[in-house]
């Protein structure tokens, strides 16, 4: 059974850190580009980060670009979303999904996760 399974949300002060995991199984991750995407109450689902399967590259968001570091271990078949200087507007859903080849936008996507809550507030 393919499975995502996204990890390390939580509340964080203005200016702290979290890392996200998005653990896979019943597939091997380094077949699929995985991409991060993020959903505040209200508003439409939006691409934050992706790398992908093939050379490595990674792929920002202007609004996260300088602040978040996508990575990769396949050896534990999981990918992490390193989140610096995060700010209030950064709260939302965060969820993680595979794909052939990176996208901005959700409709390519063949499997998700469940998302993990990511709050910044002081």
């Known amino acids: 059974q393919v499975q995502l399974v996204e990890s390390g949300g939580g509340l964080v002060q203005p200016g702290g850190s979290l890392r996200l995991s998005c653990a896979a199984s019943?597939?091997?991750?380094?077949?699929?580009?995985i991409g991060w995407f993020r959903q505040a109450p209200g508003k439409e689902r939006e691409g934050v980060s992706c790398?992908?399967?093939?050379?490595?590259?990674?792929y920002y968001a202007d609004s996260v670009k300088g602040r978040f570091t996508i990575s990769r271990d396949n050896a534990k078949n999981t990918v992490y979303l390193q989140m610096n200087s995060l700010k209030p507007e950064d709260t939302a859903v965060y969820y993680c999904a595979a794909v052939s080849y990176c996208s901005g936008y959700p409709r390519p996507y063949d499997y998700w996760g469940q998302g993990t809550q990511v709050t910044v507030s002081s």
């Open positions: 790398i992908s399967s093939s050379d490595g590259s990674t």
């Open positions: 019943g597939f091997t991750l380094d077949d699929y580009a």
